[in-house]
């Protein structure tokens, strides 16, 4: 099986999809990216990203409606899943990334460190 292409969305890229991207790059083999949907985000959500993705983590709610309003049609067939983790904690922390790893390993299977 080849590996899964992993998206974290949140709304600036700076700290929760931006942790996300750091702490699983290359685990498991997976590719992983990180975007934003507001307007300055690091690095904006595009419709290129959501094509590349296999599967597509958003942080909040928020998140998974500003993705289906503005790329509908490259969003056929992903899945989309809300890890409900609000914009509480700054890049790396403890309490982020422990949600993050308990988020995510419900739906994929991570080698333990």
């Not at 996300?20 to 990216?33: D, K, L, M, P, S």
């Amino acid at each position: 099986m080849r590996n899964v292409r992993l998206l974290f969305i949140c709304s600036r890229n700076k700290w929760r999809s931006l942790t996300a991207e750091t702490i699983f790059q290359g685990v498991g083999g997976h590719e992983v990216r990180s975007a934003g949907t507001e307007a300055q985000a690091r690095i904006k959500v595009t419709a290129g990203h959501i094509g590349w993705a296999d599967l597509i983590f958003a942080m909040e709610k928020k998140h998974i409606r500003r993705l289906q309003e503005k790329f509908a049609s490259e969003l056929a067939g992903k899945r989309l899943i809300c890890l409900h983790i609000p914009d509480d904690f700054e890049y790396m922390n403890e309490d982020l990334i422990g949600l993050l790893q308990s988020g995510i390993g419900m739906h994929l299977s991570l080698p333990e460190e």
